[in-house]
């Protein structure tokens, strides 16, 4: 199994900065791609970011500009680097990971969530 830990998040006044962490440990032979999601009260989840393998990168309209997703492949961690936080990125936020897992032979696949971690933008 593959199990992702998040860290980072908190409360931050509008305006302000935060960097969330996510670490992928466990059975991993490989990681496809990495994202950030979220889900504020009374709302669906939605995606925030993701990122490839290759570091191809996508963001949500509501984050493009503001948001940077990056990824250490040797450290099986992605980041999410939020700037200019505004009240309505107030969520809980979750990592996500697809890849395959090392099981010989057949090496499947595996698509595992985080936590989540709460992120509070107020003043």
């Known amino acids: 199994q593959v199990q992702l830990v998040e860290s980072g998040g908190g409360l931050v006044q509008p305006g302000g900065s935060l960097r969330l962490s996510c670490a992928a440990s466990g059975s991993i032979f490989s990681i496809n791609a990495m994202g950030w999601y979220r889900q504020a009260p009374g709302k669906e989840r939605e995606l925030v970011a993701v990122i490839t393998g290759a570091g191809r990168t996508n963001y949500a309209d509501s984050v493009e500009g503001r948001f940077t997703i990056s990824r250490d492949n040797a450290k099986n961690t992605v980041y999410l680097q939020m700037n200019s936080l505004k009240p309505e990125d107030t969520a809980v936020y979750y990592c996500?990971?697809?890849?395959?897992?090392?099981?010989?032979?057949?090496?499947?696949?595996?698509?595992?969530w985080g936590q989540g971690t709460q992120v509070t933008v107020s003043s």
């Open positions: 996500n990971a697809e890849g395959r897992q090392r099981q010989v032979p057949h090496f499947p696949s595996f698509a595992s």
